[in-house]
């Protein structure tokens, strides 16, 4: 089933996250080789989460149905900072650029510098 599909990525010091589309985001852990579940926003019914990308070595930006979120794990504990209310997002992709790309399921594609990321601006085809 489409709602059983995982997004994961690993971080540079070797933790590795896995979000569900129905809205979970895990973390593994190496010693128990398991998943433990990370409390994360869940702002409406039927939020999912679409997309992980890695950000930086200790951080990770979160697609979901309510918005772009960045996790942060540089003070050593978990935080989330929503950094826009883009609805649906499908995909997430930065280049060498730092131009960030968002795509989302009925909206279109968008695009924003790293350093601006709440200025999109719709891409034209």
Request: a neutral charge.
């Amino acid at each position: 089933s489409y709602f059983r599909s995982f997004s994961i990525v690993e971080l540079a010091g070797h933790e590795t996250y896995a979000s569900s589309l129905n809205g979970y985001l895990f973390l593994y852990d190496e010693r128990r080789q398991n998943f433990t579940w990370i409390p994360f926003v869940n702002p409406k019914p039927g939020f999912t989460i679409n997309a992980l990308y890695v950000y930086s070595t200790n951080s990770f930006l979160i697609g979901t149905s309510d918005g772009l979120y960045l996790a942060d794990l540089s003070s050593g504990q978990m935080k989330f900072n929503k950094i826009n209310n883009l609805q649906q997002i499908s995909a997430i992709a930065i280049n060498e650029d730092n131009d960030l790309f968002v795509g989302t399921w009925a909206d279109g594609l968008y695009s924003g510098k790293l350093n601006s990321l709440t200025k999109y601006k719709p891409l034209t085809f």
